[in-house]
């Protein structure tokens, strides 16, 4: 079962989404109700909800403030912004800065099953993690948090979404690249590998990742790059519901 969140401080929108969601997906989800962002957080992390349909403008905590406070504890956790048309680029930015979608009020059905039919197929993917081990120590890792791998002094950093630090493991470059995924992770440069979801654009000689690093691709690996970086993405869309 589904631990399902429904945060938003007007009462009949939370009792219509609950509505909603218990006659179409009772068999599948256990539910909580929030009334603000603050109790909407501490629920989340306490109760462990692995689902969140939250209200952007609430008292006192904003639902992207609570968004912030549940991801830092539970990273896991998807969280979806319900907002109002006017606020639509507001949910929108938000949606890019972490492990979040959003609906438009008011939620139609087919809305919130697309959501649900897009939330169950990533659950029940098998989950690939990256497993490095040494002399002293071993690193369990899903491959989806790595934004890229950077050859480091006697290891590797490993960047993940949602930390300001890499990650350091005493491990080569080389065995790290070999027990990455080869259809998610690209190598970009000799010390650099990157998850093909971390680039923004593709232009010419220049490649553009999302933290704001721009790689230089040599002549003689831009067909190569450029083709596993389409084929990738292609794939993604097939993926869309």
């Not at 989800?29 to 603050?38: M, Q």
Request: charged content about 30%; glycine content about 4%.
């Amino acid at each position: 079962m589904i631990r399902l969140l429904i945060a938003d401080d007007e009462r009949l929108e939370r009792e219509a989404l609950v509505e909603m969601v218990s006659r179409r997906f009772e068999h599948e989800v256990v539910l909580e109700t929030a009334e603000n962002g603050r109790k909407a957080a501490d629920t989340a992390i306490l109760w462990g909800a692995d689902l969140i349909l939250m209200d952007i403008e609430m008292p006192g905590m904003s639902g992207l403030d609570a968004a912030r406070a549940v991801l830092a504890q539970r990273p896991s956790c998807r969280v979806v912004f319900v907002t109002a048309y006017s606020l639509f680029q507001y949910a929108h930015e938000a949606v890019h800065l972490g492990a979040c979608d959003y609906l438009l009020k008011p939620v139609e059905a087919k809305g919130l099953r697309v959501l649900f039919e897009r939330y169950f197929s990533r659950v029940r993917r098998p989950v690939k993690m990256l497993c490095l081990e040494n002399a002293k120590d071993s690193l369990h890792l899903p491959m989806q948090r790595i934004n890229k791998v950077q050859s480091a002094n006697r290891g590797v950093d490993i960047y993940l979404e949602q930390e300001t630090q890499p990650l350091f493991f005493a491990a080569t470059f080389a065995s790290t690249e070999e027990k990455l995924d080869p259809w998610q992770f690209l190598r970009l440069s000799r010390g650099l590998i990157v998850n093909m979801a971390f680039i923004l654009s593709l232009d010419g000689d220049t490649c553009r990742l999302k933290d704001g690093t721009e790689v230089l691709i040599s002549r003689r690996e831009k067909a190569e790059v450029r083709r596993r970086y389409n084929d990738f993405m292609f794939h993604k869309l097939e993926e869309r519901p």
